[in-house]
């Protein structure tokens, strides 16, 4: 059986530098492998550390639970101290990471957008091309924007009772309040 | 470049879909060649997962930016991913034309 799928890991700043090389006298003459930190191994330890937060607020921010969170920790930990012991390089690449974009709203068009690229900074709207952006905190308005134009209604596959789909994000979480079996998304035909 | 919109319909006088997953139509507008596809959204009924299917649709086509009217919860880790920049637009009663005039407007 293959293992469960891991979940992208949010990774808010990436890190400045690719790795670490060791100097002195010995460390030329073995060659060794690179120890790969993970970029998510580098940003538990960012927020553990140097920013100085406990493992369960970072794993909100990272998206992760907190066992998960304190796996990756001590993973970073171990091959940061296996590196430092054996001298051995320590490269930053690689893990199953998204780096997290910054919204902007427009202020001619009203439309909301992200900037997928981080280095590059956005002076105008996608759409329209105004230049009156600014920036925009994603954090509760998302939950009802939007959501009062969809058609989209739950099922119970039991006994056929129909429910009105409030919150788009925990619909296959529903019970059914008559038979209390899990509902379902209702297929549309309409269109 | 190519721009997806979610569209109720497969004419031009359709307005925007407020949903990405499970949206009727793609429209993809090519911004070099003045193109203009409609294709049917083959993720529209389904039970889950549409709109992971329909972000890998996407990214077949070699979209690069994405109007419509809400993006789900799991798809922006994946669409932040693959760096395709999403735009919201919260007016339902949008036309595909007056989207395409607006984007013709703006020069790429």
């Given at each position: 059986?293959?293992?469960?799928?891991?979940?992208?890991?949010?990774?808010?700043?990436?890190?400045?530098?690719?790795?670490?090389?060791?100097?002195?006298?010995?460390?030329?003459?073995?060659?060794?492998?690179?120890?790969?930190?993970?970029?998510?191994?580098?940003?538990?330890?960012?927020?553990?550390?140097?920013?100085?937060?406990?493992?369960?607020?970072?794993?909100?921010?990272?998206?992760?639970?907190?066992?998960?969170?304190?796996?990756?920790?001590?993973?970073?930990?171990?091959?940061?101290?296996?590196?430092?012991?054996?001298?051995?390089?320590?490269?930053?690449?690689?893990?199953?990471?998204?780096?997290?974009?910054?919204?902007?709203?427009?202020?001619?068009?009203?439309?909301?957008?992200?900037?997928?690229?981080?280095?590059?900074?956005?002076?105008?709207?996608?759409?329209?091309?105004?230049?009156?952006?600014?920036?925009?905190?994603?954090?509760?308005?998302?939950?009802?924007?939007?959501?009062?134009?969809?058609?989209?209604?739950?099922?119970?596959?039991?006994?056929?009772?129909?429910?009105?789909l409030v919150n788009e994000g925990v619909y296959n979480e529903q019970v059914c309040p008559k038979c209390k079996s899990i509902m379902?998304?209702?297929?549309?035909?309409?269109? | 470049?190519?721009?997806?919109?979610?569209?109720?319909?497969?004419?031009?006088?359709?307005?925007?879909?407020?949903?990405?997953?499970?949206?009727?139509?793609?429209?993809?507008?090519?911004?070099?060649?003045?193109?203009?596809?409609?294709?049917?959204?083959?993720?529209?009924?389904?039970?889950?997962?549409?709109?992971?299917?329909?972000?890998?649709?996407?990214?077949?086509?070699?979209?690069?930016?994405?109007?419509?009217?809400?993006?789900?919860?799991?798809?922006?880790?994946?669409?932040?991913?693959?760096?395709?920049?999403?735009?919201?637009?919260?007016?339902?009663?949008?036309?595909?034309?007056?989207?395409?005039?607006?984007?013709?407007?703006?020069?790429?």
């Open positions: 059986m293959s293992p469960r799928k891991k979940i992208l890991r949010k990774v808010l700043s990436p890190p400045l530098i690719k790795g670490f090389k060791p100097y002195g006298r010995e460390s030329g003459k073995r060659n060794l492998e690179p120890v790969n930190l993970l970029y998510e191994e580098y940003e538990a330890l960012r927020l553990s550390d140097y920013d100085i937060l406990n493992h369960h607020q970072a794993s909100e921010i990272m998206g992760v639970s907190r066992p998960t969170f304190t796996r990756i920790y001590a993973s970073a930990l171990q091959k940061i101290a296996s590196a430092f012991v054996e001298g051995r390089q320590i490269s930053i690449e690689g893990g199953k990471v998204y780096f997290d974009s910054d919204w902007y709203q427009c202020d001619q068009c009203l439309c909301n957008f992200n900037n997928p690229e981080r280095e590059k900074e956005i002076k105008n709207c996608p759409l329209c091309g105004s230049n009156q952006i600014k920036r925009y905190n994603f954090g509760s308005p998302t939950k009802n924007s939007g959501k009062n134009n969809c058609i989209d209604t739950l099922v119970c596959p039991d006994c056929g009772f129909e429910q009105a379902k998304r209702k297929k549309i035909y309409n269109c | 470049m190519k721009i997806a919109i979610s569209s109720t319909g497969n004419s031009l006088d359709s307005p925007i879909d407020p949903r990405f997953g499970r949206c009727c139509y793609f429209v993809i507008y090519d911004t070099e060649d003045k193109t203009i596809d409609f294709i049917p959204n083959p993720n529209k009924n389904a039970e889950e997962k549409a709109g992971s299917a329909s972000v890998q649709l996407m990214a077949s086509k070699a979209i690069s930016k994405i109007i419509s009217g809400e993006f789900g919860l799991k798809i922006k880790s994946n669409l932040d991913s693959l760096k395709i920049q999403m735009i919201i637009l919260k007016e339902p009663e949008t036309k595909i034309k007056d989207i395409i005039e607006i984007l013709n407007k703006t020069n790429y």
